[in-house]
């Protein structure tokens, strides 16, 4: 079970990366205000159109990856055995407190602070 708990965790892992590639790959509304003064050389990689179109379903596969895998992450650790197995344990009374036995010797009472010296 660690064993699969530590490859869903390395999915986990890897699938975060991707979306937040990905999504820093990705071109906002506003860039193609920035293709006017020359820098429109990035739509060449995937296309005008395909561009959008690879990113955007690369993001969303990536970030079904990570809800599926944190998902998966908190059901296993929500029903994992903690290895601790108290049901051979048996109830037994809670143990006497034993009292001072009588050859003890007495506490001595405090002595009082004494009074300070007031100088006149």
Do not use: W
């Not at 490859?7 to 205000?33: E, H, M, P, R, T």
């Amino acid at each position: 079970m660690e064993a699969f708990k530590t490859l869903i965790l390395i999915i986990n892992i890897f699938s975060a990366l991707s979306v937040i590639v990905l999504v820093l790959l990705q071109q906002g509304k506003g860039a193609d205000a920035g293709a006017a003064f020359g820098s429109g050389s990035a739509q060449g990689v995937f296309g005008a159109a395909g561009n959008a179109n690879f990113l955007s379903r690369s993001t969303a596969i990536g970030a079904t990856v990570f809800f599926a895998t944190c998902l998966a992450l908190g059901y296993i650790s929500t029903h994992a055995k903690t290895g601790l197995d108290f049901s051979d344990v048996k109830s037994q009374p809670a143990a006497v407190v034993q009292s001072v036995p009588a050859s003890a010797p007495a506490a001595s009472p405090a002595k009082p602070a004494p009074k300070p010296v007031i100088p006149e």
